[in-house]
């Protein structure tokens, strides 16, 4: 049986309270006191000196990497190589050229070339000679007088040595641009003679008379354009001048070349036989 306890006065604490007594640590109403740790307020607290200064930051210094023995050497790097300037492809020779596919085009420069030379060195052997009929350096003098030419004479050797030269440098293939000039420039004067004869294009055509046939320039329209194709297109392989650049890629010179001639056949024109040209 438990006893009650007893309060000084000889009454129990149940009899004083009306309830049973109990320990202070069966319903604690106060808190413990817990222990915390000061935190620092002030840099006194802190213990730090505010007159030191960290040491400087050094960008130069780099910390060794760790080696290890088994790692192999690394070899430095190889220098740089300076920059060039790229080379020029060489230019195209004749060899080059003659390994293109170029067809039949050489040779039909060829025909057209003996075509057309061969016709003016006919032309000038008649005139230079007499011969196949032809009228002679005397004959070709009177022709030109009768036309109207102040200088016949002069007109005839320069129209023979053109029809020449200019024929006979077509035929091998040499200096061809030049010799096309000549003959055209010849030519050209020859196609105006026969415009101030008789207007138009056609073969021949009739007199006033109806009987008379007076020939037309056709025919020096054609060898007029042949010569001009000749110093644009150039004499093709199968030339002397087969390994200058004129001989297959014709350009800038062969173009001065025609515009010479056509100078040339002007001057001649107006100078030794009088009169506007394009008119």
């Not at 200064?53 to 023995?69: C, N």
């Not at 009768?146 to 040499?174: D, F, H, K």
């Amino acid at each position: 049986m438990t006893e009650t306890p007893q309060n000084k006065s000889g009454t129990s604490d149940e009899t004083t309270t009306g309830r049973a007594a109990s320990s202070p640590f069966d319903g604690p109403t106060e808190r413990l006191p817990i222990a915390y740790p000061q935190m620092p307020q002030t840099d006194e607290d802190l213990d730090i000196d505010a007159t030191s200064q960290l040491p400087p930051y050094r960008s130069d210094f780099e910390e060794p990497a760790q080696k290890y023995a088994f790692e192999p050497e690394t070899p430095p790097p190889p220098p740089a190589v300076p920059l060039t300037k790229a080379k020029r492809a060489p230019a195209r020779t004749f060899g080059d050229e003659a390994k293109t596919n170029r067809g039949t085009l050489d040779l039909g420069l060829l025909i057209l070339r003996l075509t057309v030379g061969g016709i003016f060195v006919y032309h000038g052997l008649q005139k230079l000679t007499g011969w196949w009929g032809g009228p002679g350096l005397d004959g070709m003098e009177r022709g030109l007088a009768s036309g109207g030419w102040s200088q016949p004479r002069l007109s005839a050797i320069m129209v023979t040595i053109g029809e020449l030269a200019g024929g006979s440098l077509l035929i091998i293939g040499l200096a061809t641009p030049l010799a096309g000039g000549a003959v055209l420039a010849v030519i050209i004067d020859a196609w105006l003679v026969k415009q101030n004869m008789q207007h138009g294009l056609q073969f021949t055509t009739t007199g006033a008379d109806g009987k008379t046939i007076t020939p037309s320039p056709e025919y020096e329209t054609v060898l007029m354009l042949a010569a001009a194709a000749i110093i644009l297109t150039g004499p093709g392989k199968y030339a002397f001048d087969g390994g200058r650049g004129w001989a297959t890629r014709p350009y800038i010179g062969s173009l001065l070349a025609l515009l010479a001639a056509i100078a040339a056949a002007a001057c001649t024109w107006i100078f030794l036989h009088g009169g506007n040209p394009f008119i």
